[in-house]
């Protein structure tokens, strides 16, 4: 059905640093980070392409998600984040248009699903971190750039006769502004929904008074003026953080998996790929030998620490299932180790919540385990004896779309649960998971989290968290035809199903995006009208006008 | 894109009757009606396929309706329904997989959207007019047919070793239950996911005793028992009903418009088409003449009290719009006559709306409103010299997706709000249309809804309630290039924009149907592993089975 050639996919390197980076300038000054977008136009991830205008494809997003990631955990001492531009007039074109044409299906869908969980991330760290956002538009912010904008807690806009704010994709594009613009501009800014139709609708957009009228930015000021305006709301953000007067951070080493042509091996986290199968196995160890146990520790530990160390791992595996690993439909979870061990560092992460540090490390495991909810991959948690699914690691079983668990006897086997399934995890769905898993009794969870013990396999099923435990006679064939039935499936009714059945409750701005929003987005990502011979997206940039089928769905 | 040959579309009448059923039986017994499933199989919209075994096609679904319908209007005796069937050991198999097969792309998407509504009209029944649904499953119920038990308040499945109840459309059909099913499982039976998912994959699905566990069904009885049991519950679920002891209702009359080739003329509602701009007008006509001014006088107007017979036409216009002119992108929303008509009215009916008659009518408008907001063409109401945008009528432009109003000191011109914009007709958001409007400041619809005064065009922009105020001068090349503008636009990319714009605040399962479920069956609608050659919804009921492109998106 894909209608227009598509240029091979590039092979993604999912980790980066400053040092590195070809698209930002991050630059520090007392409480204040300024992140500045300067894209390279010859450094995209294709050579089909150029990066104009400071437009962007996902290699420019990985440095942008890694420069938060850092300033997180690198800098404590920084309060509040400027970002911004270094090109003249110019503040972010948005995401590349020649890059999305020649992308196929997929690639467009795993493309908005990052940016997207990127832009999250800086609400995040807004939300979570106090870490404040002021996006200083000094030039045209279009598309992806202005849904960026959004994303930060302020919009100020240079108010030049010449700079505005714009979403043109469905006027230029035929497509939607899909990285959570349309959804953040009626939501989180609260535009007006007949504004906002306008506001869709114009592809030059909307500037000076207009645009804070409509609740588009917060604030327009003249060149003159523009600079000192954002330096100083950014020092006034600054002084709203709770994040340490001080530093030091920790360094966020390189990961340096090895890497096989059938498996990523890190230090607490293996990938398995069976091709054949197109099933591939995901094993968390748990925490081994002497743990930290004192905050002191926690710091000195650094990227060591385990509980950062093996979800930076998962998160790395997770990207590259979804970007190079397409034809992998089901996902076997395992882990390996000492219950009691992850329970441990549990008990020392909810001790010590309030540390930044360790407040990082707990938003980082929730951001890893909502990238694996969002992953169109099926999950299925085995649950054998030598596993350590207790406490956050329970987590990767209750994220599954099942969970198997081996009822023999002669092996003992357990799980449990810890404080960290009771709150510090929560969904994008704002509900932790045991909250959307008991969704008809919200007591249950409440009798769970009151009596910390170990489940064996016949309790963890009457208890309702596993989903089957199958003896050691029926283990083997139950586990295998469940999995081979599973790879067996249209993988587009098994992505669309789990996008409905993994967020029972309610909806927040987070599952909009990716509920609705996405799902549309995605439709459209179909449509002849965009992506036909003569579909607008097509069309763009050609001396061709796009030609529509003008029945409505 | 479209790669499987489609039938032509048949042509479709909306009204009908119980005289003229040929898909069920309507019966009445005390305070219980008895809605029966009986489909005629060679009665469907299209002689290209044969409704077996208790599948539906939409003319079904329009039957259904209309008796939901008829039972709150014409029968108030009646306190509860019971859904069943009249075939031995079927309830129903669901939509017929060749009619949707056969089906072009919208057809499909219409489809589902209407027999969505149909169920939460039940659901509506159920919540605000005290009308309780028992869906007794008599035989097998498979995807739609539980959808549709899934839409009433209670199911009751017999237990014979063979009745089940399933989901088979991942497993059989590469699409989703797109009916509500997904999200009614984990959202509104609140089905652990994980079990969810099982149901979800399992073709033969889940029957007996582990139904009852799943919370898949409310019980399961024997043969034996099922018809008493059945009977003795909806007797219970009857005696629950606020709705009077008896009756008369009042009878819902055959609407009889007048209906050419570029036009529908009802008595308050006409729409005219112009295929050349693709755009239709739909002018809503205030009340004329003398008004009921007492209870008893709208009850002896019944279906020609303006506020129902206005909204019954407006109905039925929309779903002509929808199913037979998919190529008018923009409709123009006018109305004429006198506001203080209208304002009347709206006295009246808040005045009354506790009385049975009352409440069905608000509810029925209610629904109308809602049908507009899920119509994916463009709305713009035109409020001009004449015209009467007030209180309920005023709905029609919140509805809108722009309000144009011209401002001609000659000509005075204004709109007026009333009670009935301060509650009684919530979006399925759960949120009225001014409360969505003004989400970013609750406390602006609290004082207009204190001031009920008239607003002139610029007091009316100054309030927000109309985008914008064109003069006299302006007034003509504004709205005529607005209106071009927008049909020169990807009639995809406005769907999904509007679907988004449309529904800020809150999401309700409502808003999780039509936005998330929907997205989702769209995007696989459109997928050739579903649709394509050699997609599982065209290989069923082949001899060839379908094959994948196994890539996960």
Not at 91 to 101: D, H, S, W
Not at 478 to 501: F, K, Q, W, Y
Not at 507 to 529: D, S, V, Y
Request: with cysteine; hydrophobic share 40%; glycine share 8%.
């Amino acid at each position: 059905m894909e209608t227009v050639s598509k240029t091979a996919q590039p092979q993604v390197s999912f980790e980066t640093s400053p040092e590195r980076y070809h698209h930002w300038k991050l630059g520090f000054e007392g409480p204040v980070a300024t992140l500045a977008m300067d894209v390279q136009e010859d450094a995209g991830l294709s050579p089909d392409y150029r990066l104009k205008l400071n437009s962007y494809d996902l290699g420019v997003d990985f440095e942008l998600a890694d420069a938060i990631q850092r300033i997180r955990f690198e800098h404590p001492e920084i309060h509040a984040v400027v970002v911004s531009s270094l090109k003249e007039r110019i503040f972010c074109a948005g995401a590349n248009i020649f890059m999305l044409r020649g992308s196929s299906h997929a690639w467009k869908v795993n493309f908005c699903k990052y940016t997207n969980e990127t832009r999250l991330a800086i609400e995040d760290a807004s939300e979570n971190s106090g870490l404040k956002f002021l996006a200083a538009l000094n030039g045209i912010c279009a598309g992806g750039g202005y849904e960026l904008a959004l994303a930060c807690d302020e919009i100020f806009l240079v108010d030049d006769g010449n700079s505005a704010v714009s979403l043109p994709e469905t006027p230029l594009l035929g497509v939607l502004p899909g990285t959570g613009g349309l959804t953040r501009v009626v939501d989180k800014r609260k535009v007006r929904r007949d504004l906002a139709d306008v506001f869709g609708t114009v592809a030059e957009g909307v500037k000076g008074r207009r645009a804070v009228e409509w609740r588009l930015v917060d604030a327009v000021y003249p060149t003159s003026q523009f600079k000192e305006r954002v330096a100083k709301r950014a020092q006034e953000l600054a002084a709203k953080s709770d994040r340490p007067a001080a530093g030091p951070g920790i360094k966020l080493n390189p990961l340096n998996p090895e890497v096989s042509e059938d498996s990523v091996r890190y230090t607490s986290v293996t990938l398995d790929i069976d091709r054949d199968k197109r099933v591939a196995t995901l094993t968390v160890k748990g925490p081994e030998g002497v743990q930290p146990s004192t905050l002191e520790a926690i710091v000195a530990a650094g990227d060591r620490f385990w509980a950062l160390r093996a979800f930076r791992e998962l998160d790395d595996a997770l990207l590259r299932l979804r970007i190079n690993e397409p034809l992998i439909g089901t996902v076997v979870v395992k882990t390996s180790g000492d219950p009691e061990a992850v329970l441990a560092v549990d008990r020392l992460l909810l001790a010590h919540a309030d540390h930044w540090l360790v407040r990082e490390v707990i938003h980082f495991i929730k951001r890893t385990l909502k990238r694996m909810d969002l992953t169109s991959r099926s999950f299925f948690a085995l649950i054998e004896p030598g596993s350590c699914f207790a406490g956050t690691l329970y987590e990767l079983a209750l994220a599954s779309d099942r969970a198997y668990m081996l009822d023999d006897p002669e092996q003992p086997n357990s799980i449990a649960l810890s404080g960290m399934n009771g709150g510090p995890l929560k969904m994008s769905n704002g509900l932790t998971r045991l909250e959307t898993r008991f969704l008809a009794d919200p007591s249950v969870v409440v009798a769970l989290l009151e009596d910390l013990k170990p489940y064996d396999p016949q309790e963890a099923v009457e208890a309702g968290l596993v989903s089957f435990a199958p003896d050691e006679l029926d283990w083997e064939d139950e586990v295998r035809l469940a999995i081979e039935g599973r790879a067996a499936l249209s993988p587009d009714a098994l992505t669309g199903m789990e996008a409905n059945l993994r967020f029972a409750g309610p909806e927040t701005m987070e599952t909009k995006i990716f509920g609705r929003l996405t799902a549309w987005q995605n439709w459209i990502f179909q449509r002849p009208n965009a992506v036909g011979a003569k579909g607008a997206l097509t069309a763009y940039g050609s001396q061709s006008r796009p030609e529509f089928d003008f029945n409505r769905t």
